[in-house]
């Protein structure tokens, strides 16, 4: 039977191996992606910075979107 602890570091291992597209990215902050682009521009946001795959597609790691949301207290919970 796995621990609380346990299940927490399996959901933490699957968020590091996951790519968020900045589409889903603003989906999962409830934002467009202007507003994305603007927080990555900011450097008072300290906003995670995205992994380049090309000249044209970037994308970020979903752990380092969840822990940045959770230092700043937002609440990436699903709407009901």
């Not at 597209?21 to 995670?48: G, I, Q, S």
């Not at 380092?64 to 207290?73: F, P, V």
Request: net charge positive.
């Amino acid at each position: 039977m796995a621990t609380l602890d346990d299940e927490i570091r399996e959901k933490q291992e699957a968020a590091k191996a996951n790519k968020v597209r900045p589409k889903e990215a603003a989906d999962l902050f409830r934002v467009t992606r202007v507003t994305l682009y603007n927080w990555m521009n900011d450097p008072d946001a300290e906003f995670p910075k995205p992994v380049r795959h090309n000249r044209r597609h970037i994308y970020w790691i979903e752990f380092d979107l969840r822990q940045w949301a959770e230092r700043k207290g937002y609440d990436l919970s699903p709407l009901h």
